[in-house]
Every structure is written in structure tokens, then in C-alpha cells.
């Protein structure tokens, strides 16, 4: 599986490609296939993400995303140094959006 990632030019917040949009949520995210480099070209002309990057990802039987690499997978959780800090899956406190 190849997902899309980067970070959210108002924010700086860590995204991931849904197929239709953006999303703080890494298990939004979807398959990019064999257009992942044409989307990545697309949004980044677009000025909707900063630094976006294709990776190696799984779909776990839970339906959870999983990136392969360990830097990613801190990406998506969010700090590790306070725990409270970090992103809970569908947190109603995070904002979810489409750009």
C-alpha cells in the first residue's frame, strides 16, 4: 500500500491523502497506487500540503493504517514524550476536513 503524507501549510499539521482530500487521521488514508506521484505533483501546485511524500503503509485486519517506517508511524500518532498530547483515532477534540 502507498500512502501520502506531508503537512498542512496553515497548520503544520502531519496529513494524510484520503482519496478525495486531506486528513489528520492516518487511518483515512487510502491506497495511492500507481497515481501517487501525479496527486502528490497536484496538491503540492495547489499550495494545500507542504513536503509531500509517498510511503509504505499496511491496511491491519482492525482496518487501522499502519506506516512501515518507525519515523512515520510517530508522524501519525502524534508527540511521544506526553502522551496526552498525541492524536487518539476519530478524537472528537481533532478536526477532521477536505480541502
Do not use: F
Not at 500540503?49 to 499496511?58: Q, R
Amino acid at each position: 500500500m502507498r500512502v501520502l503524507t506531508g503537512n498542512d501549510l496553515k497548520t503544520g499539521d502531519v496529513i494524510w491523502w484520503t482519496g478525495e482530500g486531506w486528513s489528520r487521521h492516518v487511518d483515512d488514508a487510502v491506497d495511492a497506487g500507481e497515481q501517487a506521484e501525479q496527486t502528490l505533483a497536484a496538491e503540492e501546485a495547489a499550495l494545500r500540503v507542504n513536503v509531500p511524500y509517498v510511503i509504505d503503509a499496511s491496511r491491519e485486519e482492525d482496518g487501522s493504517v499502519r506506516p512501515a517506517h518507525i519515523k512515520d508511524r510517530i508522524r501519525a500518532l502524534g508527540p511521544t514524550v506526553r502522551p496526552d498530547l498525541t492524536l487518539k483515532p476519530k478524537d472528537p477534540e481533532a478536526i477532521d476536513w477536505v480541502i
